[in-house]
């Protein structure tokens, strides 16, 4: 396992994601708690010190799996990352509550790290009115009290957005999770982030390396580029060798869905093996040619889901027009959405927008919606 010095500490630069633990049929809300554990079992035999939970996860489940997981295990043998979720309204002034119920669901008496959660647009002047919320005031006294170790925050907003919040909180934060891929070094303005972050002296952490799963597996022709660089590299492996090139990162977070996914990346981490220039250029050569595509940037996070009036499932259907923008048409969408039931396919949308208020992508997911219906008829 390649490890990384923050502060003293030696973390894992694998960190074990709890966003995405397998699950039961197919439903989000079901963990498959076996297997979970299994898992866990498997990260912590293999290095990984280093696991991130939040309260949203799994429908507010994946607090309370990986409480049980690591209850097994010496509290010291690892660190436990979890955040304050301010991406719904309604929790902006329920920060004492929620965090005393993840002490009770995590079964610890302290978070090693602690992030305030998904800074973006929508949010933002929520975080900076401390005198109406107090979410950083109190967040702050949890850390001086000894049950937050290490306080930061992740960001999924503009470079606005990171700069004010950085202007006020800046020096009160020790480490950043950002959003950063070979595709969005470019597309969400990643490079530049991390360098805003270097001239703060805030590391930064690392979240969705494989964009949802879309850079597991590339186009044959991509593939092949790669391939001729470094024949014995695995596909997804690459973006994980993207952010072991960047200085700052320490942890980079997978969010792994069953025990062979975790497997390939244990064995992806057993080296750091850094780009060379060239292999730098030729992956954001082909990061600039799949952008081309015109499709819009969905992690399948799930967060929208809770907010559809309609029961829709959206990031499905995005990643059926992504999958139509990818292809230039084709039947696999068409294919796809007639096998629904009228009230799931994109026409069911109502464009109540409830769904874009807590989409940290920020996606405009009515009008996506509507577009889709255009396209396919």
Not at 178 to 184: A, C, E, P, W
Not at 198 to 206: E, F, H
Not at 267 to 284: M, S
Not at 294 to 300: F, I, L
Request: charged share 25%; with cysteine; glycine share 8%.
């Amino acid at each position: 396992m390649v490890y990384r010095d923050f502060q003293g500490i030696s973390l894992s630069a694998l960190g074990f994601g709890a966003m995405r633990l397998p699950v039961i049929d197919g439903d989000d809300a079901k963990i498959d708690e076996a297997a979970a554990l299994r898992m866990v079992d498997q990260a912590m035999k293999n290095g990984i010190n280093y696991y991130d939970t939040a309260w949203g996860y799994h429908a507010e489940n994946s607090e309370l799996v990986m409480g049980k997981a690591l209850a097994r295990y010496p509290r010291e043998d690892f660190y436990l990352a979890t955040k304050f979720p301010g991406y719904d309204p309604s929790n902006w002034d329920k920060v004492e509550e929620i965090f005393e119920r993840q002490l009770e669901k995590l079964g610890v008496s302290y978070f090693d790290f602690y992030l305030i959660h998904n800074v973006c647009e929508m949010n933002i002047d929520a975080y900076l009115d401390d005198e109406r919320y107090g979410i950083y005031s109190y967040l702050m006294k949890q850390k001086r009290s000894g049950r937050i170790r290490h306080l930061g925050f992740s960001c999924h907003g503009g470079m606005d957005v990171l700069e004010r919040f950085l202007d006020a909180y800046g020096k009160d934060m020790e480490f950043c999770q950002l959003q950063i891929n070979y595709i969005d070094w470019t597309f969400q303005n990643g490079k530049e982030k991390v360098e805003l972050l270097d001239k703060w002296g805030i590391p930064v952490w690392i979240m969705e390396p494989l964009r949802g799963g879309k850079l597991a597996s590339l186009q044959p022709e991509y593939e092949a580029q790669l391939r001729a660089l470094r024949p014995d590299e695995e596909i997804p492996a690459w973006a994980f060798r993207f952010l072991q090139s960047i200085p700052s990162v320490k942890v980079i977070l997978s969010g792994m869905s069953n025990e062979e996914q975790l497997e390939k990346n244990l064995e992806t981490f057993a080296e750091d093996k850094k780009l060379n220039d060239a292999e730098w250029k030729a992956l954001l050569s082909i990061a600039d040619q799949m952008l081309s595509k015109g499709t819009v940037p969905c992690t399948a996070c799930h967060y929208c889901t809770s907010h559809c009036p309609q029961g829709l499932d959206i990031p499905e259907l995005l990643a059926l027009y992504n999958e139509h923008a990818y292809t230039g048409g084709g039947f696999i969408a068409p294919m796809a959405l007639g096998a629904l039931p009228e009230e799931k396919k994109p026409q069911a949308c109502i464009a109540c927008r409830s769904c874009e208020q807590v989409c940290p992508q920020q996606i405009k997911i009515s009008e996506v919606l509507a577009d889709f219906v255009e396209k396919v008829g």
